[in-house]
C-alpha cells in the first residue's frame, strides 16, 4: 500500500507564489535605470558602480558596439590604476563585438616581458580561459595548476619572481598559438 501525500489545501501556495512575484517586480522597477543614468554611471563612480553599469550596457536592448569598439578597449587597458576596469576589457562583454586583437596584444607584450604579475596573470585567465571560444579570444580551458596561481594571484598571495617566470614558462605554448592566430587574422 502506498502512502498518500497530503494534498495543499486552497489557494494558500499560489497566493505566495503570485507575492513573490509581486515583490520581484516592484524590486526590479526600483533598481531600473535608464540609458542615459547608465552612461553617466559608466563614466563615474566607483570601480565597481561603473562595471556594473557598463555591463548592463553591454547586454540591455540594443547594445552599442562603437561604445565597446578599439578606443574603449585601448582606453580600459591604458588604465593601471584600476585593474577590475581594465579586467573588464577581457570579458565577453566586450569581446563579443570584435576580434581581441588589442586585448591579446596586450597580454603578449605583459606576459612575454621582464615581470610577470599576479594581475596579468588574471588578466590572462579572464581572457584566455573563458567560454566563448576563439571568436571572443579564448584560447582553452583552464588547468589545475593554472587555477591555483590565479586563486593566489587573486587573494593577494606571495608572488616573486620565480612564481612569474614559471607562469611564463607554462604559458609560452598557449602565448606562441595567440600570436600565429594574431598574425593569421591581420
Do not use: Y
Amino acid at each position: 500500500m502506498t502512502a498518500r501525500r497530503p494534498e495543499l489545501a486552497g489557494f494558500g501556495p499560489h497566493v505566495a507564489l503570485l507575492a513573490l512575484a509581486a515583490l520581484q517586480v516592484v524590486f526590479f522597477g526600483v533598481a531600473h535605470r535608464t540609458h542615459s543614468e547608465l552612461v553617466a554611471a559608466s563614466r563615474e563612480g566607483s570601480e565597481h558602480e561603473r562595471l556594473a553599469a557598463l555591463h548592463v550596457l553591454a547586454n540591455r536592448g540594443e547594445p552599442d558596439a562603437a561604445r565597446f569598439g578599439p578606443a574603449f578597449v585601448a582606453e580600459l587597458l591604458a588604465d593601471d590604476a584600476r585593474p577590475i576596469l581594465r579586467r573588464f576589457a577581457f570579458t565577453n562583454d566586450v569581446c563579443k563585438f570584435a576580434f581581441p586583437a588589442l586585448q591579446l596584444e596586450w597580454l603578449l607584450a605583459r606576459l612575454g616581458g621582464a615581470e610577470v604579475l599576479p594581475g596579468h596573470l588574471l588578466d590572462f585567465v579572464v581572457q584566455c580561459r573563458k567560454v566563448g571560444g576563439e571568436s571572443v579570444g579564448a584560447a582553452s580551458s583552464m588547468g589545475a595548476l593554472e587555477a591555483r596561481w590565479a586563486a593566489r594571484a587573486a587573494v593577494g598571495g606571495g608572488w616573486d619572481a620565480a612564481d612569474g617566470a614559471r607562469v611564463r614558462a607554462h604559458l609560452a605554448p598557449t602565448l606562441s598559438a595567440i600570436a600565429e592566430n594574431l598574425e593569421s587574422k591581420r
